[in-house]
Nanobody, 121 residues
Framework: QVQLVESGGDLVQPGGSLRLSCAAS????????MGWYRQAPGKQRELVAS???????NYRDSVKGRFTISRDNAKNTVYLQMNSLKPEDTAVYYC???????????????WGQGTQVTVSL
């Protein structure tokens, strides 16, 4: 089994910054893509940013230039630095990882439990 544990969510004022972290543990041989998704009340879950094991990144348009995703492969950890936060960034943020547990085994998607980010005065 694989566990993803997120941290760093908080209440922050517009224009502020937060850094989210997500550490993967358990039966891990290789992690391909890691990413951050978010879900606001009444809305579908959406991809915020992703990063491959080689460091190739992808961002949704609304966060480009404000958010930065990074990862530490040695620690199986992914980060999301969020700057210039806006009220519309308010959501539960979920970590996602595409994990191979043993050499030659299939890759499976795993999700964290979510961390709340609230941007408000």
């Amino acid at each position: 089994q694989v566990q993803l544990v997120e941290s760093g969510g908080d209440l922050v004022q517009p224009g502020g910054s937060l850094r989210l972290s997500c550490a993967a543990s358990g039966s891990i041989f290789s992690i391909n893509v890691m990413g951050w998704y978010r879900q606001a009340p009444g809305k579908q879950r959406e991809l915020v940013a992703s990063i491959t094991v080689g460091g190739i990144t992808n961002y949704r348009d609304s966060v480009k230039g404000r958010f930065t995703i990074s990862r530490d492969n040695a620690k199986n950890t992914v980060y999301l630095q969020m700057n210039s936060l806006k009220p519309e960034d308010t959501a539960v943020y979920y970590c996602n990882a595409y994990v191979q547990s043993y050499r030659g085994s299939p890759y499976y998607d795993y999700w964290g439990q979510g961390t709340q980010v609230t941007v408000s005065l």
